[in-house]
């Protein structure tokens, strides 16, 4: 019913940038937060950023001051502009949001599949 979909991933020189974009489609009704997340290899996944709806932003500590969150409303799509990039921001960066079906009085929260950021010279 409802899917999240990211775009955007790739090979980036360090110091280089990327812009990630999820879109999330299919029968929703409402999205409260929607934020980014990532895994890198042998470790656990870690939030990056998350986005109210009204716009207020958090950031993990490791990527303040170059990473931005953004998201467009009315296409129910969240980006991420990571900026001044290091090798260890390679991951599988994930969306998230947590939103309401048509038809279902709760909000709950979808993931996208993920798209690889490698950050490599």
């Known amino acids: 019913q409802v899917q999240l979909v990211e775009s955007g991933g790739g090979l980036v020189q360090p110091g280089g940038s990327l812009r990630l974009s999820c879109a999330a489609s299919?029968?929703?009704?409402?999205?409260?937060?929607m934020g980014w997340y990532r895994q890198a290899p042998g470790k656990e996944r870690e939030l990056v950023a998350t986005?109210?709806?009204?716009?207020?932003?958090n950031y993990a500590d490791s990527v303040k001051g170059r990473f931005t969150i953004s998201r467009d409303n009315a296409k129910n799509t969240v980006y991420l502009q990571m900026n001044s990039l290091k090798p260890e921001d390679t991951a599988v960066y994930y969306c998230?949001?947590?939103?309401?079906?048509?038809?279902?009085?709760?909000?709950?929260?979808?993931w996208g599949k993920g798209t690889l950021v490698t950050v490599s010279s």
């Open positions: 998230n949001a947590d939103l309401r079906v048509v038809g279902v009085p709760r909000f709950r929260s979808y």
């Open positions: 299919g029968s929703i009704f409402s999205i409260n937060a």
């Open positions: 986005i109210t709806s009204d716009g207020s932003t």
